[in-house]
C-alpha cells in the first residue's frame, strides 16, 4: 500500500508539460513554438535548460521534471548523425524511456502520466526505435505550424472537453506570429538582447504577453 508520501501530487502536476528534444540553433524555430503553444494553452513548460545547479546531475535532474509532470512531449526527429564525431545522439530515446519506466512503474498520480511522442515523418521511427511502433507517433513535417496542430489536437483529446475549450491550431499559430513580431519590442523594454535570449528569458517574455493578452482576439 502506498504510503501518504507517496500520494503527494507535485506543486501543478496537472498542469506541467515536460519537453525532450535538441536544444541547439537548429531545432530553435520548432521549440520556440511549443513553449509559445503550452503558455498559451494554460500550461506550465518544463524542461533540463530550467536549471543550471551544478550541485544535480543531469540525469536526476531529468528524472525529477518527468515526476513532476502529468504531459510530456517526446520528439524524436534528430536521429541524424552529428557532424562532428559521426554518431548519433541518444538523449531524446533515453529520456522517453525514463518517461514510460516512470508511467508503468511509478506512484498512483504517475501513472495518469500522457506521452506525446513526435517524429518529422510518418513511420520513419519504425527503422530506428521499432519497440514503439505500437503507440502512435506523430509526425510534425518539420515545421512551426505542424508542432503547434500536433500538440494541440493531441491535448485536445486528452482533456475533458465538457470543462476545457481551447483554441484552434490556426488561432494558435497567428497568435504566434503576432508574438514574434513583438518580441523585438519586448526585449527593448526589458533591456535584454534578443539574439541572446536563452530558455529562461524567452519563456518569461512568452508569459508576461499570454498574461497581458488573454483574450486576444484572433
Given at each position: ?63 525529477n521534471?518527468?515526476?513532476?509532470c ?5 520528439d ?45 515523418q ?31 489536437d ?7 472537453p ?57
Amino acid at each position: 500500500m502506498p504510503t501518504i508520501r507517496n500520494r503527494k501530487l507535485p506543486r501543478d502536476f496537472r498542469k506541467n508539460v515536460f519537453i525532450n528534444c535538441p536544444f541547439d540553433d537548429d531545432y530553435l524555430r520548432l521549440f520556440r513554438a511549443i513553449v509559445f503553444t503550452v503558455h498559451v494553452l494554460g500550461f506550465n513548460l518544463r524542461c533540463a535548460l530550467e536549471e543550471s545547479n551544478a550541485g544535480n546531475t543531469r540525469i536526476d535532474k531529468i528524472q525529477n521534471i518527468i515526476a513532476a509532470c502529468k504531459y510530456s512531449i517526446h520528439d524524436l526527429s534528430r536521429t541524424q548523425l552529428d557532424r562532428v564525431n559521426r554518431l548519433p545522439r541518444f538523449n531524446m530515446p533515453l529520456e522517453l524511456g525514463l518517461d514510460l519506466g516512470c508511467k508503468r512503474f511509478g506512484r498512483f498520480h504517475e501513472r495518469e502520466k500522457a506521452i506525446l511522442i513526435l517524429d518529422v515523418q510518418p513511420y520513419r521511427y519504425q527503422r530506428f526505435i521499432s519497440d514503439i511502433s505500437g503507440q502512435d507517433v506523430y509526425a510534425h513535417g518539420g515545421t512551426q505550424s505542424g508542432v503547434i496542430n500536433v500538440f494541440r489536437d493531441w491535448l485536445m483529446l486528452e482533456l475533458d472537453p465538457d470543462k476545457v475549450v481551447i483554441p484552434s491550431g490556426t488561432e494558435i499559430f497567428n497568435k504566434f506570429g503576432r508574438f514574434k513580431r513583438a518580441l523585438p519590442s519586448i526585449c527593448e523594454e526589458l533591456h535584454w538582447n534578443p539574439d541572446r535570449l536563452g530558455f529562461a528569458g524567452y519563456a518569461y517574455a512568452v508569459a508576461s504577453c499570454v498574461k497581458a493578452n488573454p483574450h486576444e482576439p484572433s
